[in-house]
């Protein structure tokens, strides 16, 4: 992405419908890319990468017998899903007001005229209802979407060791990476081993905290890291889940949001991989 930098409001009580609609227009390619990628143990092969355009599902197989490719895009620049079949043709539909299962139809059938058969619960999209979609709200997802991932990447590469992908979730549909210390680790005794990390993320709301905010997850959540310091605005957070927290609206009028947004995740990053050690 590029080198551009800008929290705009993302008022979830005024983008909300617009937000919902994304969140299922995502789900919608998730669901195609997971049931036809070969599964990663870490489900990295369910999630969508964050581009200059918008969101995409990278290359997914025709089937498990066809080296062929094809790519789904979340266009919000053009506001279209985009279909980019084998052979470099692209087929696109536009985003405004179109109904889940329209989407869903058109994606379908224009699949099977190359050969790729997902099989998804289609159920999940029925309904003939037109979406709310509002250009200006997308359009400022974009824009916070391609800042958050310059410096989410910048600091991503900073790390040493193994880390993830920066990708989006269309479960929940909030944008993140793991870093992982290269150790097993315990929850708690008697528990299934895992791989020690720490994940780091943006959401743009949910029941919980029905606002934009960004997060840092150590796991195992070592109990004393909530007496170690974090930067203004940032806390740690133990409610509905144990990790850290940064509201989205406190960087918006920052002068230096970028900054800010670095040293939270350098803050919780030094905290918590030194008591993991």
Known sequence: MSNRFSFPQLDLTAWQPTRDTLHSYSQLLGKIRRALTPAHEKWWHISLLPTETGLTTTEIPVSEHDEARFVLSLNLVTHHLVITAPNGDEKKVALQNQSSQHLMDFALSTLAGFGAQPQIDQSLFYGSESRPYTLEHAESYLTALRGIHNVFETFRV???????????????????????????????????????????????????????????????????????????????????WRGSLLRYNTLVESDDPAGRLRAYLNAVYENASSLMK
């Open 158 to 240: 900073s790390l040493s060791g193994k880390t993830s992908p920066l990708q989006l979730w269309p479960h929940h549909f909030d944008l993140s990476l793991e870093w992982f210390s290269g150790r097993k680790a315990q929850a708690s005794p008697g528990e299934e081993e895992g791989d020690e990390q720490i994940g780091f993320g943006f959401s743009t709301g949910d029941e919980g905290i029905p606002e934009a905010y960004f997060y840092a997850n150590p796991w195992p959540f070592p109990a004393e890291v909530v007496e170690t310091p974090l930067p203004q605005g940032a806390s740690w957070y133990t409610e509905s």
